[in-house]
């Protein structure tokens, strides 16, 4: 009978433990890392659509890691790329790269640690693992 109040607590315990975890208010950490995300993904998508401009093809890859401190010159680079000015697409995610800039030098800048300082690590993406079923 033990072992089994035992593992209703643990149950009980890592349940409630979840829903705290998901109720809290995000840290600088998860928004940026967050919005890195969703960076990296809507830069994929403009590359991959055919109804957006050519000029989308010279824009410098976004490939964004934020625990690379070389992302601070990849975000400025691609915020400063004077090209597809006429492409709404290309001014949203550049406003957006522009909020990720602000975010990782002003606010979470104390916050922050980078792991690296790899700036060839930005130009190849590591391609996710594959999971098998």
């Known amino acids: 009978k033990l072992p089994t109040m035992k593992m209703l607590l643990l149950l009980v315990a890592l349940l409630s433990a979840a829903l705290l975890a998901s109720a809290a208010p995000p840290t600088c950490y998860s928004r940026v890392l967050s919005l890195s995300k969703e960076i990296t993904k809507?830069?994929?998508?403009?590359?991959?659509?055919?109804?957006?401009?050519?000029?989308?093809?010279?824009?410098?890859?976004?490939?964004?890691?934020?625990?690379?401190?070389?992302?601070?010159?990849?975000?400025?680079?691609?915020?400063?790329?004077?090209?597809?000015?006429?492409?709404?697409?290309?001014?949203?995610?550049?406003?957006?790269?522009?909020?990720?800039?602000?975010?990782?030098?002003?606010?979470?800048?104390?916050?922050?640690?980078?792991?690296?300082?790899?700036?060839?690590a930005l130009e190849i993406p590591i391609s996710p693992p594959i999971e098998h079923s």
């Open 42 to 120: 809507s830069f994929k998508e403009l590359q991959t659509s055919k109804t957006v401009d050519s000029c989308v093809e010279t824009l410098p890859r976004l490939y964004l890691d934020i625990h690379n401190y070389c992302v601070l010159a990849k975000l400025r680079d691609f915020v400063a790329y004077p090209g597809c000015d006429r492409v709404a697409e290309v001014n949203e995610l550049k406003e957006k790269a522009r909020s990720l800039y602000t975010i990782l030098i002003s606010y979470c800048r104390r916050d922050l640690v980078f792991l690296t300082d790899d700036c060839n």
